[in-house]
């Protein structure tokens, strides 16, 4: 890491980005890293995987094979995705959690549980217990304010 520390790995896995310009990104061998409480992404690792990505003032612009993917620009001195599914633009970064199963459905943009362990039967993510009753707060007040939208 940045700091010369090291963290460990319990598993790696396939995520799938949807960006608000409506391109979907599928990024490959993503690490799971539960003493990470941010979600990060390596410009590197997708320059080796055929995107390409230019830096320009406080903007970023990522496309591949020459199609437009992705822009936005900085916040707070890093570059931050733009993704379709508002939940995951407001708190997929912040995991704050005392179990695997959270950990996963944070990481994964809130996807419900029940999908979570269909991907852990799957092996595409590492097995976990499941918490009964657990409700997750940002999942709570995503739907409060839906539901006082009328949405």
Request: overall charge positive; glycine content about 6%.
């Amino acid at each position: 890491m940045g700091n010369g520390s090291h963290a460990r790995v319990l598993g790696a896995g396939t995520v799938v980005l949807k960006f608000t310009s409506g391109k979907t990104v599928l990024l490959k061998n993503v690490q799971h890293v539960p003493s990470i409480k941010k979600n990060l992404v390596s410009a590197s690792q997708m320059c080796r995987d055929g995107f390409k990505i230019m830096l320009e003032s406080n903007k970023y612009v990522v496309s591949r094979h020459g199609t437009f993917v992705e822009k936005d620009y900085d916040c707070g001195d890093l570059f931050r995705l733009s993704l379709l599914d508002d939940a995951c633009n407001k708190v997929v970064n912040n995991v704050n959690v005392s179990n695997e199963s959270n950990i996963w459905h944070s990481r994964l943009c809130h996807i419900n549980f029940s999908c979570l362990t269909w991907l852990a039967n799957l092996n595409l993510i590492l097995k976990f217990n499941l918490v009964k009753d657990s409700k997750c707060q940002v999942c709570v007040i995503e739907a409060t304010a839906q539901a006082s939208q009328g949405c």
